[in-house]
T-cell receptor, first 113, second 111 residues
Framework: SQELEQSPQSLIVQEGKNLTINCTSSKTLYGLYWYKQKYGEGLIFLMMLQKGGEEKSHEKITAKLDEKKQQSSLHITASQPSHAGIYLCGADSGPDSWGKFQFGAGTQVVVTP | NAGVTQTPKFRVLKTGQSMTLLCAQDMNHEYMYWYRQDPGMGLRLIHYSVGEGTTAKGEVPDGYNVSRLKKQNFLLGLESAAPSQTSVYFC??????????FGPGTRLTVL
């Protein structure tokens, strides 16, 4: 089965600084999704990447999918307190089993003043 | 639209008791999912459904059963609860092969 590894497990960043989270798959990704979760709440969709080399941005968050479609990164520019939370990457298992979704373990982001 | 709703929000069970978690979505989505989230382990897929009347096993299906009798509802059952099933349970729904929309979660404690 597909394994998704996220790094780092957690990070503390000073407000205004940039941060990057990585998500690496053991298999080719058919669709890579980034979600954000605040403690004790459900997940909020951020972005979806499907094509090799694809890059998407929303406000200060940019996500990229590498050409080989096995690694994605999420980059936050000039972090703010509102960026604090847990970021998870997720992926579908592909055409052999659409719907069998898998998530990484998550990266906890803390933004300090 | 209410989106994805989960009932109940909290529950405490004794070992061996049974219960059913209800997930409802009003977005006419084909796919529905049940996950559990445990510290340090991220979200793990329990069961999922790609359409009314169909269900399939996910990564951690043991000890759970599901049913999708109506397109808008996806039920997760615990026949004989165990302390290892203490977790936060999330339901999600999606159109085919598209982003998932998550419910607020159910916190279950099994004593």
């Amino acid at each position: 089965s597909q394994e998704l590894e996220q790094s780092p497990q957690s990070l503390i960043v000073q407000e205004g600084k940039n941060l990057t989270i990585n998500c690496t798959s053991s298999k080719t990704l058919y669709g890579l999704y980034w979600y954000k979760q605040k403690y004790g709440e459900g997940l909020i969709f951020l972005m979806m990447l499907q094509k090799g080399g694809e890059e998407k941005s929303h406000e200060k968050i940019t996500a990229k999918l590498d050409e080989k479609k096995q690694q994605s990164s999420l980059h936050i520019t000039a972090s703010q307190p509102s960026h604090a939370g847990i970021y998870l990457c997720g992926a579908d298992s592909g055409p052999d089993s659409w719907g069998k979704f898998q998530f990484g373990a998550g990266t906890q982001v803390v933004v300090t003043p | 639209n209410a989106g994805v709703t989960q009932t109940p929000k909290f529950r405490v069970l004794k070992t061996g008791q049974s219960m059913t978690l209800l997930c409802a979505q009003d977005m006419n989505h084909e796919y529905m999912y049940w996950y559990r989230q445990d510290p340090g382990m991220g979200l793990r897929l329990i069961h999922y459904s790609v359409g009314e009347g169909t269900t399939a096993k996910g990564e951690v299906p043991d000890g759970y059963n599901v049913s999708r009798l109506k397109k808008q509802n996806f039920l997760l059952g615990l026949e004989s609860a165990a302390p290892s099933q203490t977790s936060v349970y999330f339901c999600a729904s999606s159109p085919r092969e598209d982003t998932q929309y998550f419910g607020p979660g159910t916190r279950l404690t099994v004593l």
